[in-house]
């Protein structure tokens, strides 16, 4: 088992502390996702941290791997499906997320947070949703996937369009069938299939054709690589959705997580700390959308 290094910072009760240095929280439950993402359900050590523990889907934490370093990782599901766990779906890319792969049940792992901000559930009651995800952006989403489904009478038509590089790709595949009961429109795409997909091939924005929109009462939350973004933006103004009811998540590669660092700003804006979700109105002057 790795050990946390000093276990006396867990005494620290104060919400900026926390926000400073990490908490440690014990792996209980890992689950294979997909080709190489994994999800880790992680449990807070201190009783008195995990009683305060909240966050709102969209928010991240900073995830710890001792001796090797921290990354931005989201919350992948919402606090009321959560069970007082803390759950994160990992895609397995370079040194922290990669030293995840040697951790098993009972591991510990530092965690700060919960930063940033979330996605506008309250604001968005009552309209039509598109959630618009590829590839690791979906965890981000998933928990406000839960969160609409929860309370599904105060929202309208649900669409989720989610799409992967291939079949092996997909993750959470046997939700799907239960997000379908709840009435959400569940759209799948590949880029490249293979002998077990008869579904759609193409790059998700091509989707947007497929279903009717009324850009009165439709909003879109969208996560994902920033190429894929920017088409599902292009889309969505196409059909004249404002550009006030386009949410995304931004990714920037980030360090402190609260905006003192300066590594992931973007004109006036911290990513870490007046995102990752934004309005695409606050962000029309600094990503052009027409630029590809
Ligand atoms: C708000 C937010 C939420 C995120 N949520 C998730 C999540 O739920 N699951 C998940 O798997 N990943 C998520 N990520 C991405 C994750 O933070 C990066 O994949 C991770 O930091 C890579 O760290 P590493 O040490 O494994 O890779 P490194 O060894 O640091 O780098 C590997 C490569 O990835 C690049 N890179 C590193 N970090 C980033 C970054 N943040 N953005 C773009 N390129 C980067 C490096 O330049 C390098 O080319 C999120 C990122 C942000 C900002």
């Not at 924005?205 to 894929?228: L, N, Q, V, W």
Request: charged residues 20%; hydrophobic residues 40%.
């Amino acid at each position: 088992m790795i050990a946390p290094m000093n276990d006396t910072l867990n005494g620290f009760a104060g919400y900026t502390d926390r926000l400073l240095l990490p908490a440690w929280a014990e792996i209980v439950k890992i689950t294979p996702e997909a080709e190489n993402v994994t999800t880790y359900a992680l449990k807070l050590l201190d009783p008195d941290i995990q009683q305060g523990y909240s966050w709102r889907p969209g928010q991240f934490n900073m995830l710890y791997v001792p001796g090797v370093g921290e990354s931005a990782i989201s919350m992948s599901t919402d606090v009321e499906s959560s069970e007082g766990l803390v759950i994160h779906t990992i895609r397995h890319v370079g040194n922290v997320t990669k030293a995840f792969t040697h951790l098993k049940k009972g591991d510990v792992v530092g965690l700060r947070g919960p930063f940033g901000t979330s996605w506008p559930l309250d604001a968005i009651k009552g309209m039509d949703v598109v959630i618009a995800c590829g590839g690791i952006g979906l965890p981000s989403l998933r928990g406000a996937l839960y969160s609409i489904i929860r309370h599904r009478a105060d929202y309208g038509k649900v669409v989720l369009l989610y799409g992967a590089r291939t079949p092996k790709d997909l993750m959470y595949q046997a939700e799907y069938e239960t997000w379908k009961m709840a009435d959400v429109d569940v759209q799948l795409s590949v880029d490249r299939g293979d002998d077990t997909w008869d579904g759609r091939i193409g790059v998700m924005p091509m989707f947007f054709y497929h279903f009717r929109i009324d850009p009165r009462k439709t909003a879109i939350m969208s996560c994902g690589p920033e190429i894929m973004m920017r088409f599902v933006i292009y889309e969505a103004l196409a059909r004249r959705i404002p550009s006030e009811h386009i949410y995304v998540s931004l990714e920037r590669n980030m360090k402190c997580g609260q905006g003192f660092c300066g590594h992931c700003q973007l004109g006036p804006y911290f990513i870490c700390k007046d995102g990752p979700v934004f309005s695409f109105d606050r962000l029309e002057s600094f990503i052009n959308v027409e630029e590809f």
